[in-house]
């Protein structure tokens, strides 16, 4: 249906967002009557909402047909077995949703789906004649975050699109994956997002690459590092950087040891009477990878980055330690602690790279209330068995890694990530075929996610303004809207005629045919957002002429009604194609 009469529809607006709603798309999606709250991370998606995403869904669609693509539609509900096949009961922790069947077998619902695609994988195909494959679904996905906030942004159950690529080698899944980021940001372009691609931590998924899709906007949760001189991105989580070479002194022959009473923390040992400054220190500190010890060390100045520990320990889970687990590790409680001559038999020691050549250097003695000064780290800590590695979280303004540029880190929203898996799972799971000399291989595997509820969010933390949604064409939940200005039958009668028209041209129309102040219905209109607002009032009737009104922006024009639909009908495909 391309006409839906205001009068009959289910669209609560409400003057006030909700006093817990913080960003932008969460006060909007709320107040223009597209979502409610059931639960904490766990939302009623209402029609006017189910129209966005339908067309959000319909693009990817699209986009993934294109390159190749099978829709499957797989259960949201799984057995622990095989998620311990590939070892990921364990590593996901508490963020997965966990229950027993009467029975007391255990289940899970669905984070993800590697696995299951992978079993489909294993038990169907046989020889690389079979590949490649690609293989998608759009689902419900499960997550118990600890912190569901931002509307949309941080849910509990959300809709995901997960593709699945299926290879032979190494050099398809090369070819698969740039097939996939091409299809990514063909659908991003034409939802109405501005987006850059950066390079990205694995994380839990594994994998020997990923690149996220990230939206600029402050209601981000993840921080990007882009150069704007090559166009280097990359999350923080990654991102590598150039610092300003430190001048060091000539040190000591051997640490020196000092009381420190009381100095528990970087800004207390810059402070008098010890005055050492904070890209002085070596901040030691302590974390847990998949349950062992990690000592990992970086400037006093600088914070250390627990992705980038992740990829250094080569751990799926790390976590500082807790305060009762460092004195039987270190002799010393947080806050005196230090890697001079550690025994890396007890805990693996990392130091950041960039404190490779540092020399007179202070840090704790692994003894309450004292530090060592004139620490040399490559003759004091590298000598003795630690390792460099890239620990610390790029800043605004160091270098660019790549040119003679400088960095500037922002805020970004993550609405998809694309991983090169390799065979981490068919490996675990045994999903192999013959390849062309008839051994058996592991399937070479890529995974592809996009967050389906994230580009309805990130497209209105984009367009909006004061007044409300402004909805790029090819998402809008309607193209246009027809406003009555007036209780008189000739205006009835002409916007019945006009809503007819332009159905008849294959535009989506809400037709506000409500009893209500023309004021009321102009900010209803503003409010949702429709990319185009038709009002038809005594005034411009008198001339033959509807009022034609850009959400984007622009002046009112007065357009002759019999124009109308040609023109409208122009605007939609103009939009709608350009993803504008």
């Given at each position: ?31 223009a009557g597209f979502i ?273 520990l992740s990829t250094a ?203 209500e102040r023309a004021g ?61």
């Amino acid at each position: 249906m391309r006409t839906v009469r205001a009068s009959q529809a289910f669209i609560p607006t409400l003057k006030e967002a909700p006093a817990d709603a913080q960003v932008a798309s969460h006060k909007l999606l709320v107040r223009a009557g597209f979502i409610r709250q059931l639960g904490a991370g766990i939302y009623d998606y209402l029609p006017l909402a189910q129209r966005s995403l339908k067309k959000i869904e319909a693009i990817i669609r699209e986009e993934m047909d294109a390159i190749g693509g099978q829709e499957f539609h797989l259960p949201a509900l799984h057995p622990a077995e095989i998620w311990k096949e590939s070892g990921r009961w364990e590593v996901m922790g508490e963020n997965m949703f966990r229950l027993k069947d009467r029975k007391g077998g255990d289940y899970c619902l669905g984070m993800t789906h590697e696995e299951i695609f992978t079993a489909i994988a294993r038990a169907e195909l046989r020889s690389y004649r079979q590949l490649p494959q690609v293989w998608y679904q759009i689902q419900t996905k499960f997550r118990d975050e600890p912190r569901p906030k931002s509307g949309l942004l941080r849910v509990r159950q959300f809709t995901m699109k997960d593709a699945y690529t299926l290879d032979v080698d190494r050099a398809g899944l090369d070819r698969s994956y740039q097939d996939q980021r091409r299809a990514y940001e063909r659908i991003f372009s034409r939802c109405g997002l501005q987006f850059v691609a950066v390079q990205a931590h694995s994380g839990s998924m594994g994998g020997s690459e990923s690149s996220e899709f990230m939206v600029r906007t402050d209601a981000g949760e993840d921080l990007v590092a882009a150069c704007p001189q090559c166009r280097y991105a990359a999350n923080t989580e990654t991102a590598a950087s150039r610092i300003a070479p430190e001048p060091d002194g000539p040190g000591l022959s051997t640490p020196e040891k000092f009381p420190t009473p009381g100095v528990v923390t970087i800004e207390a040992l810059e402070a008098p009477p010890h005055g050492v400054p904070a890209r002085r220190q070596l901040k030691t500190l302590i974390y847990l990878a998949d349950g062992k010890p990690v000592v990992a060390v970086v400037r006093g100045d600088q914070e250390l980055n627990e992705a980038k520990l992740s990829t250094a320990a080569a751990a799926a889970l790390v976590r500082p330690a807790h305060v009762e687990e460092i004195p039987s590790l270190m002799g010393a409680h947080a806050g005196s602690l230090g890697a001079v001559r550690f025994d890396g038999k007890r805990a693996r020691v990392l130091v950041d790279q960039s404190l490779a050549d540092r020399r007179d250097m202070v840090t704790g003695a692994n003894e309450d209330g004292f530090h060592l000064r004139g620490v040399d780290v490559r003759r004091d800590v590298l000598a003795h068995g630690a390792e460099l590695a890239d620990l610390r979280t790029v800043r605004s303004g160091e270098g660019c890694p790549r040119c003679q540029g400088t960095l500037e880190v922002y805020k970004a929203l993550e609405v998809g990530h694309i991983f090169k898996l390799g065979t981490k799972y068919s490996a675990s799971m045994q999903a192999t075929v013959l390849d062309a000399e008839g051994k058996q291989v592991p399937i070479v595997m890529g995974s592809y996610g996009i967050g389906v509820e994230r580009i309805l969010a990130a497209a209105i933390e984009l367009h909006h303004d004061e007044n409300g949604i402004r909805w790029p064409m090819s998402i809008a939940p309607f193209q246009a809207t027809v406003l009555t200005l007036g209780p008189e039958p000739e205006i009835k009668k002409a916007a019945d005629e006009l809503v007819a028209a332009l159905e008849a041209a294959g535009v989506e129309v809400l037709y506000d045919d409500r009893d209500e102040r023309a004021g009321v219905k102009f900010k209803d209109a503003d409010l949702v957002g429709i990319p185009l607002r038709l009002s038809i009032g005594r005034k411009g009737l008198a001339g033959g002429n509807a009022e034609w009104k850009l959400r984007a922006g622009g002046a009112v024009e007065l357009v002759p009604l019999g124009e109308v639909p040609r023109r409208a009908a122009a605007l939609v495909r103009a939009e709608a194609g350009a993803g504008s």
